[in-house]
């Protein structure tokens, strides 16, 4: 099976030295691709701005992507070639309207708005395209209470095969508690895991799909 995997989070410049991120640390999607390869599967990871830990197994294809223009290049690359999209990276949900040229200044007893815009929803887009023969699973991060109404609902709206919501906490924590969500309404919640465990389960059940 060819498992496209995206990791980490996006940054989207202010200016020339400051940008827009998320806490993100890409070890959710990073567990995945090495769960991937462990089981034998030929994997692509497209990894944001993050520190990688150790090495990463030789047989994976990595490229690195900082903006979400970047990421939206790259699944428009490899998306077609893949079997399956595991969309486990945090990309911001807004952007610059206009970058700043060079750095701006701070002026002392002013002060400063940005004006923002909605960057692209890239899983949505990339699911529209998928063919009969490929799957797409996004990941919801959400407040406990509306965890899997809201997860439920991107999973419809954004026309994804799976979803796996998880709580706020998991982010750049060691340890995940999802909730597996299917499009035929299959679900399972496999309790309290480390993410390298998860990471092994999730990929046995997108071999399943």
């Given at each position: 099976?060819?498992?496209?995997i ?6 989207e410049?202010?200016?020339a ?17 090495e ?5 034998g599967h030929?994997?692509?990871l ?23 223009a ?5 699944l ?10 595991v969309?486990a ?26 004006r ?7 899983v949505?887009a990339?699911?529209?395209?998928k ?10 991060l959400e407040?406990?209470?509306e965890l899997?109404s ?10 994804v095969d ?7 906490v ?5 340890h995940?508690?999802p909730?597996?969500l ?5 679900r ?16 046995d059940?997108?071999?399943e799909?």
């Open positions: 099976m060819r498992i496209l995206t990791a980490g989070p996006t940054r410049p202010i200016d030295v400051r940008f827009i991120s998320n806490r993100s640390s890409g070890k959710m999607g990073i567990a995945i691709a769960a991937g390869v462990s089981a030929e994997v692509t497209l990894l944001g701005p993050v520190m990688v830990h150790g090495s990463l197994h030789d047989t994976m294809r990595v490229y690195r992507f900082g903006t979400s970047e990421l939206k290049q790259m428009e690359a490899h998306f077609p070639d893949c079997d399956v999209l969309m990276a945090a990309v911001a949900d807004y952007r610059m309207e206009r970058v700043a040229e060079g750095k701006i200044k701070r002026e002392p007893n002013t002060e400063l708005t940005l923002l815009q909605p960057t692209p929803d890239l949505a990339v699911a529209s395209t063919r009969a023969d490929q799957k797409v699973v996004a990941f919801a407040e406990l209470a899997e809201r997860a439920v609902s991107k999973m419809k709206r954004k026309g799976a979803v796996v919501a998880n709580p706020l998991t982010m750049d924590g060691e995940i508690t909730l597996w299917l499009a035929d309404g299959g399972a919640e496999p309790g309290r895991m480390t993410k390298p465990e998860f990471a092994a389960w999730l990929v059940r997108v071999g799909m």
